[in-house]
């Protein structure tokens, strides 16, 4: 079990996939074009949101490998996609030598790499080049959550959610905030071409069960961070959550990242 269940990631998939970036994605379709039968291998998978976002839009011919270490959401994964060009593979990512690159052409994730280290993103990066094998991540959490209607402990209540996600997350110290400006320049070391672009989430009345989910998600990280006293946080829950129902919106900052070998 990775903490991640099923219920959060299909409530946050069809945000993720109206986020993802445009741009960015039309660039890998056409690099992706340019390869006879791709296989991409998707990285921290759960139920399979990238694959359904992406493989649409990618060669009919691309051969898929999911990989995730949560056996319950790759069951998932299976259930919901079953395709025969898709295989599923259960490895823990913290140790890489699980991981076999043997004719992989692209490798993908989502709301992924902000959990990792940067040693572990510098390792992946390196392991990658060996293949001169390109990488798509999308969705990494960049640190800005705003709210239309503002509260006096927004500042304080972010600040401490984001020091939360530098936590350990299985990885050592997460990147948090800070995953796709490290990858960037990671993989710009290696020689990559490498391209960031805006994937925030302007979520509105009409996502009010995401931003209520992300609202409870965010009370025991900034407990257990922060100085605030239950009373606050209370306070600060009540408001957000009445703002919301009344149709107040939420942005939550993401960055989507590709790195193409040259
Ligand atoms: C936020 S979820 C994102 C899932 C999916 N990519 C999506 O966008 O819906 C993070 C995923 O990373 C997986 N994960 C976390 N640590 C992992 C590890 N050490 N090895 C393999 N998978 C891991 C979790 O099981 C979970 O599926």
């Known amino acids: 079990m990775s903490g991640f269940d099923t219920g959060w990631l299909a409530l946050r ?15 890998l379709a056409s690099y992706l074009e340019g ?18 976002s992406l493989s649409g839009r990618f060669p009919v011919n691309a051969y898929w490998q999911l990989v995730d270490y949560d056996q319950l959401l790759l069951a998932e994964a299976e259930r919901l996609i079953g395709s025969a060009a898709v295989s599923y593979h259960r490895k823990d990512l913290t140790d890489l030598s699980t991981l076999t690159l043997e004719g992989v052409s692209l490798m993908t994730a989502s709301a992924f790499f902000d959990l990792c280290s940067g040693a572990f993103c510098e390792d992946l990066a390196e392991y990658l080049s060996t293949k001169r094998i390109g990488l798509y991540t999308a ?19 972010v600040g401490a959610f984001n020091r939360h996600q530098r936590g350990d997350k299985g990885f050592g110290v997460a990147l948090g905030p800070q995953a ?19 994937s925030t989430w302007h979520l509105d009345l009409s996502h009010a069960a995401l931003q209520e989910a992300f609202l409870r998600g965010m009370v025991s ?31 939550v900052g993401h960055i989507d990242l590709l790195a193409l070998p040259l």
């Not at 998939?13 to 660039?27: G, Q, S, V």
């Not at 390869?35 to 359904?52: H, K, Q």
């Not at 796709?180 to 960031?196: D, M, P, S």
């Not at 900034?222 to 939420?250: C, M």
């Open 13 to 27: 998939e069809p945000a993720d996939k109206a986020a993802r970036n445009e741009l960015l994605l039309a660039e």
């Open 35 to 52: 390869l006879e039968a791709p296989t991409i291998m998707d990285i921290g998978c759960g139920t399979g949101s990238t694959y359904r």
């Open 139 to 157: 969705l990494n959490y960049d640190g800005r959550i705003s709210w239309s209607d503002p509260h006096e402990l927004d500042l304080e209540i």
């Open 180 to 198: 796709a400006a490290h990858l960037e320049g990671a993989f710009t070391c290696l020689g990559y071409r490498t391209k960031t672009a805006d």
């Open 221 to 251: 990280p900034v407990a257990e961070v922060s100085d605030l006293n239950q009373d606050q946080l209370s306070t600060w829950f009540d408001f957000r959550l009445a703002k919301l129902h009344a149709g107040g919106r939420l942005d």
